[in-house]
């Protein structure tokens, strides 16, 4: 009965739809079961749709919309606006653009002069569109990629956001000009968003911790969204704008966790949506393959690039490959360039099968990013410069005697427990700039560093022995397992304990060189026990006493 009712009213098969979404699944897990983001899977899925002759629907595109606006909004609440104005985010933005197009236009025409097809006719105009849209990174996938690795909060995960920003903005900035898309006068009273500000986080602060939290964030990402189109200012600009407005408030980090799993599902829509918009045929393939191979040359330009302007080898290679993607803007930028007729409408599925074919080759690089570093460390370590930017200088403990990697909510207890103790002299690692900054302004000992970070430990002076405990305290298991055998293989003899939210868990970190392991839902209940009788047994005397 419901499946009928929306059927008609939305016009939409659902049946069809959800039968699409089963498939999407399906294919998902399998690609998860390979090792692989299930994102690939969702793209074969489409693929394969297509090729049965389906067609996206009204819903899988409303999805699509959604899941892209949402993710938006998603990256401006873990923007800081400082971080887009470093010379390696917008200098290499910028660089990377201009001398990508450089390397590609000549290629283009020169491949055209050889008569390949769909470029023997584009004229110059033509090329450098084709050019310039495939300058641009996927952020979808991009901040799917880092999410799933748990590595937002990495250095190069933030200066990767910090770049594709640069580059949505440029891409926003073309299709206005393109579409002849001016803002309208109104758009000027958008201004006032910033006395609205302060309503937004009152609003924010009494939304809770549960479906009115949700519900905020859905209202502001999707009403402001259709504010800015109201005004003919791109609505998905103005989703990552109003993220970035309420950042700074200390519910944003849960607010954007509330969102994720919401986020995600509309997201399935829209890598379904690229694999259904390709209709190929097989003279397209020499291009796409050419295509592909600069792809290569685009993530190695990014690492460069960012090994130019002072970064390590490990933060430019992991940068570089989470960057090393086609862009769904590529799509759009054809899309507009085929209605103008400056493009012929071939060039729309040869951009679409590109695209998907460089998020299934990236997302397979990414799920083995950590060991391409160590296989090309060697060559990689040999073009670093010898002076750095500030945070990735040498990492220095002091005289600390115990440190505690992860200062979340976990770390910064710990940390407070073994200040009260006499002899211990507790120092933090945390990988996220901001945690570092409100830990150091209250007090704490506590310097940024990421321990997943193969390099770190050798950033990391332990060699003079003080360190005698070290506790690690990251959210992901496979993250403190990690930090634990890099410990031991830098020679480390000292105590090391860790955090851990389920049972089976245990085993592969005692495997990694874990002492002490400490779960954290069965500890708990004996800890709140413990506090409860602590509390009687102190209240007991008051109470005999009057």
Known sequence: MALKRCNSILGIDMAETIAWLASAFVCGLIARQLGLPPLVGYLVAGFGLQATGAEATELIDVLSALGVTLLLFSIGLKLRLSSLVAPHVWGVASAHMLVFIAVTLPILLGLGALGLPYVSEITPAGALLVAFALSFSSTVFAVKVLEDKGEMGALYGTIAIGILVIQDLAAVLFLAASLGKTPSLWALALLALLPLRRVMLWLLEGAGHGELLLLFGVTVALGGAQV????????????????????????????????????????????????LSATPSADMLPLVLVLIALLLAKGFLFEQWLLAFRLRARTALLCGLSLASYSEFGLIVAAVAAKSGWLSADWLAIIAITLSLSLILASTLNARSHDLYELFSARLRRQERQQRIPVEREIDPGRANAMIIGMGQVGAGAYDRLVQTADMRPVGIDADPDTVARHAAGGRHVVQGSATDADFWQRLHLDDGHVKLVLLAMPRVSENQFAAEHLRQVGYTGVIGAIAKFRDDEPALRAAGVEQVFNLY?????????????????????????
């Open 522 to 546: 069965a500890e708990a209940g004996a800890g709140l026990a413990q506090h409860v009788c602590a509390t009687r047994t102190a209240v007991r005397p008051a109470s005999g006493a009057t």
């Open 228 to 275: 800015f189109e109201l005004v003919h200012v791109k609505g998905d600009l103005g989703a990552l704008l109003l993220g970035v407005l309420i950042a700074s408030h200390p519910k944003a980090a849960e607010l954007s966790k509330t969102l994720l799993g919401l986020k995600d599902l509309f997201l399935v829509g829209f890598f379904l949506s690229i694999g």
